[in-house]
């Protein structure tokens, strides 16, 4: 099956800060990449849409000015938290779909744990 | 906007009893799939539905999708220890975005 990567797999910052998280499609292209967000115990919810050579598309809610997202080629998207605050620890998890057997899986990244202190 | 409901939010079961999982979307979906997440991971993806009707089997997981293509559920048949985790349905619907519902956690007790 496909491989996403994500990198860091956890970071603690001071509140402020800001912190870029990397989203790596290993062993196929994807021009386009999600970042969901996910609080303890809930569900994923869907932040953005990385799209390769343009603009990401924002879900109603998340600030496109707080939240940059770049998708600097076909296997690379980011996501940068800007002068992050306690109320954005979560965890961020990226996925990247790629039509396997018929069916267009989403592989998902392994997440990467944020704590703002 | 589309929302897609799950319940139950959480079910405790003796192994070997059966779990199931129900899904609900408030509008027609194109497809809908299921993922997998197990304590501090990420969601493994399991099945896609696409068909009206449609009934598909992996080993003792049975997943249905409804006629409308609006519900779909998620059947365990002899629970394992080692499908405790948490289950979500994800929809899709005129958008390429999966709208992923609230997940239904499974306990397995020994």
């Given at each position: 099956g496909a491989v996403v990567s994500q990198h860091p797999s956890w970071v603690i910052c001071k509140s402020g800060t800001s912190v870029k998280i990397e989203c790596r499609s290993l062993d196929f292209q994807a021009t386009t990449m999600f970042w969901y967000r996910q609080f303890p115990k809930q569900s994923l919810m869907l932040m953005a849409t990385s799209n390769e050579g343009s603009k990401a598309t924002y879900e109603q809610g998340v600030e496109k000015d707080k939240f940059l997202i770049n998708h600097?080629?076909?296997t690379l998207s980011t996501l940068t938290v800007t002068s992050?605050?306690?109320?954005?620890s979560s965890f961020y998890i990226c996925s990247a779909p790629r039509r396997l057997a018929g069916d267009n899986e989403q592989f998902f990244g392994p997440g990467t744990r944020l704590t703002v202190l | 906007g589309q929302q897609v409901m799950q319940i139950p939010q959480y079910q405790h079961v003796q192994e070997g009893e059966d779990f199931t999982t129900y899904c609900n979307s408030s509008t027609t979906l194109s497809n809908i799939q299921w993922y997998k997440q197990r304590p501090g991971g990420h969601p493994v993806f399991l099945i896609q539905l696409v068909k009206s009707g449609e009934v598909k089997k992996q080993k003792r997981l049975t997943f249905q999708f409804g006629e409308a293509k609006k519900n779909s559920s998620l059947h365990i048949t002899a629970?394992?220890?080692?499908?405790?985790g948490t289950y979500f349905c994800a929809g899709r619907g005129s958008s390429y975005k999966l709208i992923f519902g609230s997940g239904t956690r499974l306990l397995v007790r020994p």
């Open positions: 600097a080629s076909l992050a605050h306690p109320e954005d | 629970t394992q220890t080692t499908d405790v």
